[in-house]
């Protein structure tokens, strides 16, 4: 039988029943106190230093922050594991750890007059249950047809990012991806965020960040005599290579012995071979031949000499599969199958150099901290007719910079996909949750029990969320709280906080508008959350009844749990080998086990 030792409390003497669930739910609260102040578009950011690698990031991201963060507390893992779903989803992250939060919150004080914890869960449940189907009533349906509807929705997921109006231009940039796309299928549109692909490079501005109507690849052109640019080039996809190994080159146990004399009419024979490859590339009509596989120097010289271009080693995955979208080519297995209806068409293909600065790299002679310029090769394919597959290139000076743009368009993208997948929105900064926290003070009163505490303490929670909103946004919490009571009462039901000019407004008025889904989920989750940990009465970990000592087992081991109030509960041999295995960790003045 498994020996389990209770996780007492860090600090002091307290009685057992004292510390488990408050404890629990403190855990989860010290790292939802990370996220606090990041709610909303005028959050604080955090500055996250990573030793290994060595890498230091400037965001304001929940996902980036929650999955930078390590959770030793069993509340705090328990709370990261449940917002990881949130994740799934794209967007609203903190949202979702902040409502838990404020749900823990309103719980103690519930729990401090006596209401069991069965009772708190049944509350959060029914209302959840309700916020859900007032979200579906009150929200506006949607078209993701609609260019300036589907541009709003982008806007707002992007704006929560720190990067000013680079945010707003970003979010056109998703947009129009997005609705390139976008395929119907049974009559219902089809999403792959897939085949958006994103590239960072480092040099120049964020100004220079752009749509590529295809697709763009971190190569170059094989051979220095090809072309570097070409006009409406015909593309051949190719999924095998383009190289023959000498036979001295392959692996295989086999002895050859070749006559001198046979050298010359092999090596003859080897050119005759690759001209005929060179000859049906050029009877397709092909100007562009992009392969996953190598292309060796003769092919490569070859078609240089016939003005083709040859991007070889590209991923059949991420960049053949991506190009054939993009360019309505179909990629072939060999050459033999190769024909002209195979072919896809561009507007142009061009080998881009681009110059770019890392101060990490220094070289003999060069003072420090001295950039040193570099270039970058691109291969750029742009202009596509129709592509099913397009690229976005983003352009920064720094990598944290290029970093929390990835995100803000993650974001955005996010946000589009969700608005595919339901098209309905609702009113956001804090608009939704002061209009759902009103009428869920009415729903309460349909209770005649204690359940009713419940279900305000609900309410209140997503009141919590505004007057959050309100203070990042540099207002008085309290005011803009009773303010927004006051008008979602008079029936202004989208009024919400400007952070911008600091006042009340229209949320559809600002342009601030959320869709439905990644609302449902957040409200949801954060609710699952919240009631898991409320209804832990006990931590107990299990240590498997493993002798961390050959044939040895600690004292109280066959009495049944134990606590672990101090290291004179165990034996002084015991304790030594604890501390030279990795299943003990000083925690206060305790004993943490971990295993």
């Known amino acids: 039988m498994p020996w389990l030792g209770t996780v007492e409390k860090p600090f002091g003497n307290e009685p057992d029943r004292l510390y488990t669930q408050p404890s629990l739910t403190r855990g989860a609260e010290l790292l939802i106190d990370n996220f606090r102040s990041s709610l909303g578009p005028r959050g604080m950011v955090k500055l996250i230093l990573q030793p290994f690698p060595m890498r230091d990031e400037i965001t304001s991201d929940g996902k980036t922050i929650l ?7 069993p509340g705090a893992w328990i709370l990261r ?16 750890l902040v409502l838990a939060g404020e749900l823990l919150k309103n719980s103690k004080k519930l729990l401090a007059l006596k209401v069991r914890p069965a009772v708190i869960i049944h509350g959060y449940r029914e209302a959840m249950k309700h916020t859900r189907n007032i979200l579906r009533k009150i929200s506006k349906p949607a078209d993701w047809r609609d260019h300036d509807e589907m541009l709003r929705v982008a806007r707002t997921a992007a704006g929560t990012k720190f990067l000013g109006y680079q945010a707003a231009k970003l979010a056109e940039f998703a947009v129009f991806a997005v609705q390139h796309i976008i395929e119907m299928r049974g009559g219902k549109p089809q999403l792959d965020i897939g085949d958006i692909c994103v590239l960072k490079v480092i040099g120049k501005t964020s100004d220079e960040t752009r749509l590529i109507r295809g697709i763009a690849f971190q190569s170059g052109l094989r051979h220095p005599g090809m072309p570097k640019r070409i006009e409406n080039p015909r593309i051949a996809l190719l999924s095998c290579g383009l190289e023959f190994k000498r036979f001295w080159e392959e692996e295989t146990p086999v002895k050859v012995q070749v006559a001198p004399g046979r050298i010359v009419s092999m090596r003859e024979a080897r050119v005759k071979m690759v001209r005929e490859n060179v000859d049906r590339i050029t009877a397709s009509g092909a100007d562009l031949v992009v392969m996953s596989k190598g292309c060796d120097e003769l092919h490569a010289s070859m078609l240089a000499e016939r003005g083709i271009q040859v991007v070889h080693r590209v991923p059949d995955a991420g960049g053949i599969g991506r190009l054939a979208k993009a360019s309505g080519g179909r990629a072939v297995g060999s050459l033999d199958d190769l024909k002209e209806e195979d072919l896809g068409h561009a507007g142009f293909a061009e080998e881009v150099k681009v110059p770019r ?39 920064g000076q720094v990598e944290s910079g290029l970093g929390e743009s990835e995100r803000a368009l993650d974001a955005a993208l996010a946000a589009c996909r969700a608005l595919v997948k339901e098209p309905r929105v609702v009113g956001g900064a804090g608009a939704v949750e002061a209009e759902l926290a009103h009428r869920l003070k009415k729903f309460a009163l349909s209770f005649d029990d204690k359940t009713q505490l419940a279900v305000i303490a609900y309410a209140e929670a997503l009141e919590g969320l505004v007057e959050l909103l309100a203070r990042n946004g540099g207002l008085d919490p309290i005011d803009a709280r009773l303010e927004m009571e006051a008008a979602h009462a008079r029936g202004l039901k989208w009024t919400g906080i400007d952070v911008f000019a600091r006042r009340l407004r229209d949320a559809y008025e600002m342009g601030v508008v959320e869709p439905i889904q990644i609302k449902d989920s957040a409200f949801m989750i954060a609710s699952e959350a919240a009631c898991q940990l409320i209804r832990v009465d006990r931590v107990l970990r299990g240590y498997h009844g493993a002798t961390l000592i050959p044939g040895e087992i600690p004292p109280g081991a066959s009495e049944g749990p134990r606590v672990l109030n101090d290291a004179k509960d165990l034996p002084e041999e015991t304790v030594k080998a604890f501390r030279k295995s990795r299943f003990l960790k000083p925690y206060g003045s305790k004993l943490e086990l971990n295993l």
Do not use: W
């Open 357 to 395: 600065f890392d101060t990490r790299r220094l070289e003999k002679g060069v003072k420090s901290g001295e950039p040193l310029p570099e270039e970058e090769r691109l291969f750029v394919i742009d202009g596509c007719t129709n592509p099913r597959s397009v690229t976005i290139l983003i352009r």
């Open 81 to 96: 594991e449940m917002a990881y779903s949130q994740i799934v989803v794209g967007d609203g992250v903190i949202t979702t």
């Open 67 to 73: 999955t930078s963060m390590g959770a030793v507390h």
